[in-house]
Nanobody, 118 residues
Framework: QVQLVESGGGLVQPGGSLRLSCTAS????????MSWYRQAPGTEREMVAV????????NYADSVKGRFIISRDNGKNTVYMQMNSLRPEDTAVYYC???????????WGQGTQVTVSS
C-alpha cells in the first residue's frame, strides 16, 4: 500500500532552521507532484510548497517565500523542505502530500510537528 512517512520535525527557536523529509513507498514517485501542507490548531490545512513530478517547477505560499525551499530526489523517493528563519507562526503539523500528475490519486502522510518557540 502507499505510505508517505515524514520526519525532521521538532522544537526550534525563532530564527532557526529545520529540514523536513518525506519518503514515499508503494507508488511511482516520479509520476507524482509533491507538496507540503501545514495545519495549526484551530485553522484549516494550508498549502505551503509544491514541486512538480520532475522537479522543474516549484510554488510557495506567500508567507514562506524566501524562507522555505522544497526539493525532491526521485532516486530516493523523497521530498524535502528546508525551512529557514523560522517564526512562531510557522508552528503547525506539517503534512506531505502526493498528487498524481496525470490522475486524481492523492495521498497524505501522517504529519510531523514543528514548534517554533523560545
Amino acid at each position: 500500500q502507499v505510505q508517505l512517512v515524514e520526519s525532521g520535525g521538532g522544537l526550534v527557536q525563532p530564527g532557526g532552521s529545520l529540514r523536513l523529509s518525506c519518503t514515499a513507498s508503494g507508488l511511482p514517485f516520479r509520476r507524482y507532484a509533491m507538496s507540503w501542507y501545514r495545519q495549526a490548531p484551530g485553522t484549516e490545512r494550508e498549502m505551503v510548497a509544491v514541486i512538480t513530478s520532475g522537479g522543474g517547477s516549484t510554488n510557495y505560499a506567500d508567507s514562506v517565500k524566501g524562507r522555505f525551499i522544497i526539493s525532491r530526489d526521485n532516486g530516493k523517493n523523497t521530498v524535502y523542505m528546508q525551512m529557514n528563519s523560522l517564526r512562531p507562526e510557522d508552528t503547525a503539523v506539517y503534512y506531505c502530500n502526493a498528487q498524481g500528475a496525470l490522475s486524481s490519486l492523492n495521498y497524505w502522510g501522517q504529519g510531523t510537528q514543528v514548534t517554533v518557540s523560545s
